[in-house]
Nanobody, 122 residues
Framework: QVQLVESGGGLVQPGGSLRLSCAAS????????MGWYRQAPGKQRELVAS???????IYKDAVKGRFTISRDNANNMLYLQMNNLEPEDTAVYYCNAGGVPLIHTVVPGDTWGQGTQVTVSS
């Protein structure tokens, strides 16, 4: 089973940018949906963005136009570029593999990374 390791989190001021990376231990080229989820204190984990093997993307409404998900199958990497960050984006961000895309959402797969903390604060 592929293992996932996230990096790139940190503390950033409102309006700033971060780029999250997720390194997979094995090939992701055959994995359909890969995605980023987040969990804020006291809240349920939620889908932020997902990308299929064909490049189709799904975004949470609140991040559309600010976040961009991408994948590099050749290097087994998943990325999340986050711009114009808001305090409401503060959460632990998790990488996920093996999800099942539906029409407007994704059912997450069983493979998760350990998470990386993103804090947006002045």
């Amino acid at each position: 089973q592929v293992q996932l390791v996230e990096s790139g989190g940190g503390l950033v001021q409102p309006g700033g940018s971060l780029r999250l990376s997720c390194a997979a231990s094995a090939s992701i080229s055959s994995i359909n949906a890969m995605g980023w989820y987040r969990q804020a204190p006291g809240k349920q984990r939620e889908l932020v963005a997902s990308i299929s093997s064909s490049g189709s993307t799904i975004y949470k409404d609140a991040v559309k136009g600010r976040f961009t998900i991408s994948r590099d199958n050749a290097n087994n990497m998943l990325y999340l570029q986050m711009n114009n960050l808001e305090p409401e984006d503060t959460a632990v961000y998790y990488c996920n593999a093996g999800g099942v895309p539906l029409i407007h959402t994704v059912v997450p797969g069983d493979t998760w990374g350990q998470g990386t903390q993103v804090t947006v604060s002045s």
